[in-house]
């Protein structure tokens, strides 16, 4: 792990990490199909879903990062997650819940 980021942030490391046509290409292609995807799929799909799920789909944003980089390795599990990942999935529970309540059908 580095410290603080000040060994990462070095201007002589960065140069050599940024002027890897490997990193260049990578990045690129990543960036690019992912944000073309992700904007296209939203522009096209966003117009179908009531904003209350719109809503709670974003919400879900970062536990679904926070997951993901769980699996792959990148994080352990810790009790910070479960503090911050802990209120926002309550929220939304809360949001799904009572948004069906108002929408189901009195009888």
């Known amino acids: 792990m580095l410290p603080a980021g000040r060994t990462f942030l070095d201007p002589v490391r960065l140069g050599i990490l940024f002027g890897d046509r490997t990193l260049q290409r990578s990045l690129g292609t990543t960036?690019?199909?992912s944000s073309a995807l992700a904007f296209h799929l939203m522009n096209q799909e966003q117009p179908k879903v009531q904003p209350a799920t719109a809503g709670i789909v974003y919400?879900?944003?970062?536990?679904?990062?926070?997951?993901?980089?769980?699996?792959?390795?990148?994080e352990g599990l810790r009790g910070g997650l479960f503090a911050g990942g802990g209120p926002i999935l309550t929220a939304i529970l809360v949001v799904t819940i009572r948004t069906r309540r108002e929408a189901a059908p009195e009888g």
């Not at 879900?60 to 792959?72: G, H, M, R």
């Open 31 to 33: 960036v690019v199909f």
């Open 59 to 74: 919400c879900l944003e970062p536990v679904f990062a926070t997951f993901c980089s769980v699996l792959l390795g990148g």
